[in-house]
């Protein structure tokens, strides 16, 4: 099927999809949502990360266990079509599970991913190791998605979620930023602490990074979730940083938060290339 067209903002909510995909069948069909902020033809990471952790968590365990870590490549552009997610126990123990996902279109896989789920033990106290890093604050968040500084366009997804930013990045200093979901991820579901969480931790590739993107493009092609528990609540806070060397090869690290503290982190690696030709700034019309 073509790709979908880029979206224009609407004044009318109601011309807004439901959600950032919906169900085709055995498919997934992505809604203008599920558009990235580099191609309006193609998937933005959220996109792929949450529907990847959807399959993850939909495989059967022999006791209760979560999800303590989940790695996503993407190392091909998925294209707004309709999509085959399929997901698959490849060690099933008692205490320890490892699941492979893949997303494929076109008869090729677009994006693998591979999760370590671990039994869930009974509460003790005594062997209990708290985080102890404070929760940065959450600034008033805006009615609908704001548009991030400097893009080319406003992609689907940022239109998906709220987003406050609380502090930029800069050289040297972390970014913080909080978002959580306005709509589910597929039309007619709840959406679940551990996908909602790996729907949002694609913003660790840009809350810390502190480049000029009408210059610079920074492509993350991985993303790693450790998960120390799962969230409470809708907002997820993501404190990240950023480094790039020379070559165009850097990583971003962050520490990902509910309300009540630290609840995982996400480690992706960069691909930053200059831009052939300068995007516009924002605000004008380039």
Request: charged share 20%; glycine share 10%; with cysteine.
């Amino acid at each position: 099927m073509p790709p979908l067209p880029q979206p224009r903002p609407s004044l009318d909510p109601s011309a807004e999809p439901a959600a950032i995909f919906r169900r085709e069948g055995d498919r997934l069909l992505p809604q203008l949502f599920a558009q990235g902020p580099w191609d309006p033809n193609h998937l933005h990471g959220g996109a792929v990360c949450g529907v990847l952790a959807r399959a993850i968590e939909g495989c059967a365990s022999p006791g209760p266990m979560r999800v303590a870590r989940m790695t996503v490549e993407m190392t091909r552009a998925l294209p707004m079509e309709a999509l085959a997610v399929h997901a698959e126990v490849t060690r099933a123990g008692r205490r320890i599970q490892q699941i492979d996902a893949r997303i494929e279109a076109g008869g090729r896989v677009l994006a693998r991913a591979t999760a370590l789920r671990m039994r869930v033990g009974a509460p003790d106290a005594d062997g209990v190791l708290p985080a102890g890093e404070p929760v940065p604050a959450r600034p008033e968040h805006p009615a609908g998605g704001a548009q991030p500084n400097a893009m080319p366009f406003v992609p689907g997804f940022i239109r998906a979620v709220d987003f406050v930013r609380a502090r930029l990045p800069v050289r040297g200093r972390d970014g913080v930023i909080w978002t959580r979901l306005r709509v589910p991820l597929v039309d007619g579901e709840a959406v679940t602490p551990f996908v909602r969480l790996a729907t949002l931790c694609d913003f660790a590739s840009g809350a810390g990074n502190a480049l000029d993107f009408t210059r610079f493009t920074a492509i993350n092609p991985d993303l790693s979730l450790h998960l120390l528990r799962e969230p409470r609540g809708d907002w997820i806070g993501i404190a990240a940083k950023s480094e790039v060397e020379a070559d165009g090869v850097g990583q971003s690290h962050a520490t990902l938060f509910d309300a009540e503290g630290p609840v995982g982190r996400a480690l992706v690696s960069l691909l930053v290339e200059r831009r052939t030709k300068p995007s516009p700034a924002p605000g004008s019309r380039g």
